[in-house]
Nanobody
């Protein structure tokens, strides 16, 4: 298990940008698939993006393709989510998650480690 701490959320106007960061503990960061999920009140947590341990495989939900970019720096034990052209419907609490393994997954049940979440609010 790794411990995850998100940062970088905030309030931004529609069309603006934010970069979320998620710092992880542990020495085996590259063994983990990392992902971002988001949740709005009263709704289930939804997959946003994931990246394989080496960074070679990235997946996105269709609604963020071309706007969001997930990346990782294994030397810094950190995963990022660069969010551009933000829309009010991107407003949510964003969670970082880790799944030990290779390849890629967007299945929430595969992720055993979760951060505390960071609020992103996009005003119209």
């Amino acid at each position: 298990q790794v411990q995850l701490v998100e940062s970088g959320g905030g309030l931004v106007q529609a069309g603006g940008s934010l970069r979320l960061s998620c710092a992880a503990s542990g020495r085996t960061f590259s063994w983990y698939i990392l992902a971002w999920f988001r949740q709005t009140p009263g709704k289930e947590r939804d997959f946003v993006a994931s990246i394989s341990g080496s960074g070679g495989i990235r997946n996105y939900v269709d609604s963020v393709k071309g706007r969001f970019t997930i990346s990782r720096d294994n030397a810094k034990n950190t995963v990022y989510l660069q969010m551009n052209s933000l829309k009010p419907e991107d407003t949510a609490v964003y969670y970082c998650a880790a799944s030990k393994g290779v390849g890629s997954t967007r299945n929430e049940a595969d992720f055993r480690s979760w951060g505390q979440g960071t609020q992103v609010t996009v005003s119209s």
